[in-house]
């Protein structure tokens, strides 16, 4: 049984990943602002939990290490977006999608991987965006800190192996409460139509890749990005 820390795992994407490991049989904690929004498995403890408060972040791992004695596998996943054109948007509201979606997952990761550099072992994971790769209208700051996680996985990567692996995962258009908070019945239908799969992905879409990721089928998988976005991006 492996110890798992997702963050945003209240919700969505990290509600399916959280589920998916402890349906496996792995004991997972989610740091999550909010509880639940469906119930979960017993497997799977909700810490209340800001990623933007590093210390606050850090306690919680230390915490979590202290009580299952390792951490094998972190998903810094929490993220917000916020819909804004460049010339309306707010510097608070920009500091706070880079302290959530950004410095995020960089204080999650740095606090799990100085438990896993003494453990000589441990996977750093998090979820992206296709649209860290390409320009996205209304959404400059979100897109810009999606670009920044790859970048972080690829240093973070170089400077922790051969003992850690660090990996993110791109998702094209998933159906989330986030996502349907922005669409109109019209958009999801517009949407569907310039994906070549003809839909969006699921949250267990998501999930299933994350679980592979963190597996020994991935073992020589470190440093990079992985799209899963039925082809939206593939012509571009
Ligand atoms: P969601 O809104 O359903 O879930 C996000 C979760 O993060 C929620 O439970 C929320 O409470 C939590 N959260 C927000 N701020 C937090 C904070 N400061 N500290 C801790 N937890 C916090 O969204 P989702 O669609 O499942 O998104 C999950 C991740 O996937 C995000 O990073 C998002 O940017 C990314 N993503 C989503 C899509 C998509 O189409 N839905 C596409 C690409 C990437």
Redesign the pocket.
Known sequence: MRTVII?????????ATAERFASGGDQVFN????AP?EPSNPAVSWIE????DWSAVRAAVTRVAETTGTVDVVIA?????IRHGVLELTEADVRRVVD??LL?VLGLWQAAADVMVRQRAGVLLA?????GARGYPLYAD?NAT?AGIVALCRTFALELSPWIRVACV??????????L?EYTPAMLDEVNARIPAGR??S?EE?AGAFHYLASAEASFLTGQELVIDGAETAGA
Do not use: C, E, F
């Not at 963050?7 to 509600?15: E, N, P, R, V």
């Not at 939990?49 to 933007?52: E, G, I, L, T």
């Not at 979820?127 to 649209?131: I, K, P, Q, R």
């Open positions: 963050s945003g795992g209240s919700s969505g994407i990290g509600w740091l999550d602002v909010r929004t939990n800001d990623v933007a996943n929490a993220g917000i977006s959530v979606n995020g979820t992206a965006s296709v649209n979100y999606k791109s998702p094209g258009a998933v159906l989330t409460p986030m996502q908070a969006h992905a949250p998501i």
